[in-house]
């Protein structure tokens, strides 16, 4: 695994947004595979430590089904169709068609998002995105999988004890303020190069629903998430996060917040955070996540910590993957 050299020390955010021209606010040129992005913060030593998180030996895995979200939020992803053939009566095989990478739980390649105002991450061609060439693909992190402490904030269960609990119909803003509340509440302390895991209760609410407020809330384009904002960006950025996931639809809230300061920069995606996190400081996103039961039990154990793996389908230049994601309490 890529690691960075003893004693490395990186720029905080300011210091990248001080960076000249096209580098301003990005990370490009600061790891020594430019491909890998963030998780270059993870080095041998901290899967060591991760190890540490290892405590009743219970095992997660986060992933939904590939057909769970159907409907979904998404208006062009859809489940795929598996077909199971045999040759002869003692053969089975199967495939599947229409298998959108990105229909289910997820990691976001860094090739998913292209800055509107600087281009791809690590400054790659534009020519150079697309089928079969190999640069940001998300073979990067199959060949070499992401490992590590995974932390759990429990945003759901916070609103909760607080009595305001999370107005997913709305699609409710998560600023900044109220997760960082939610890891005081759990005693967390953050380190360079976790794996953050928002638990919010959205993909639980949303696969409860009937099929047909499924589709009236993906229509109305409105899903909970974290408030776009430039202190949050920011914060993930110093706190060396190596991978940013959720249990929702985004990540981040939809329609954008009014205010998101990113809506002159990033005008094709509505002022959306994305294309500061992959295409500016090479963060990979995590979305529709399973945290429901390995929130519940990290609840019970009071401990809220994991070794997690995420190992994406080693498909060359893809742009995102199923997250197969573990984590191992």
């Known amino acids: 695994m890529t690691s960075p050299e003893p004693g490395t020390s990186y720029p905080s955010h300011r210091e990248l947004l001080e960076r000249p021209g096209r580098l301003s606010g990005t990370s490009w040129g600061l790891f020594p595979d430019a491909g890998r992005g963030t998780p270059s913060f993870i080095g041998p030593g901290t899967v060591m430590d991760a190890a540490g998180c290892i405590r009743t030996g219970t095992v997660f895995g986060l992933d939904y089904a590939a057909d769970a979200f159907d409907p979904g939020m998404s208006l062009k992803r859809r489940a795929p169709r598996h077909t199971i053939y045999s040759a002869h009566p003692a053969h089975r095989d199967d495939y599947l068609d229409g298998y959108y990478l990105q229909g289910s ?3 976001d ?5 292209r800055a509107d105002d600087v281009g791809f991450y690590d400054d790659t061609p534009d020519e150079e995105i697309r089928e079969g060439t190999t640069a940001l693909g998300i073979q990067a992190w199959a060949e070499q999988p992401i490992a590590g402490r995974g932390v759990l904030v429990d945003v759901d269960g916070y609103c909760k004890d607080q009595g305001t609990p999370i107005d ?8 900044l303020g109220l997760i960082l509340a939610a890891a005081r509440a ?3 302390t953050f380190q360079p190069g976790d794996i953050l895991m928002l638990h919010t209760g959205w993909c639980e609410w949303f696969l409860a629903l009937p099929a047909g407020d499924r589709t009236t809330l993906r229509d109305s384009r409105r899903a909970t998430g ?5 202190e949050f960006v920011a914060w993930a950025w110093d706190i060396r996060l190596a991978v940013l996931a959720a249990d ?3 990540v ?3 329609p954008p917040v009014p205010a998101s300061p990113y809506r002159d920069t990033a005008p094709n995606d509505h002022g959306m955070m994305h294309q500061e996190f992959l295409a500016k400081l090479g963060l990979p996103l995590g979305e529709l996540w399973n945290l429901g039961p ?3 039990h990290m609840n019970a154990t009071g401990n809220w910590d994991a070794f997690v793996t995420v190992k994406p389908l080693n498909v060359t230049g893809a742009t995102g993957s199923p997250a197969n994601a573990t984590a191992i309490t």
């Open 109 to 113: 390649g860094l090739r998913h998002r």
């Open 168 to 175: 997913h119909a709305a699609g409710q803003p998560l600023g």
């Open 248 to 250: 929702t639809f985004a």
């Open 252 to 254: 981040e809230c939809l």
């Open 226 to 230: 974290i408030e776009q904002s430039a």
């Open 294 to 296: 390995l929130s519940r």
């Open 105 to 107: 739980t997820q990691i």
């Open 186 to 188: 759990q005693s967390i």
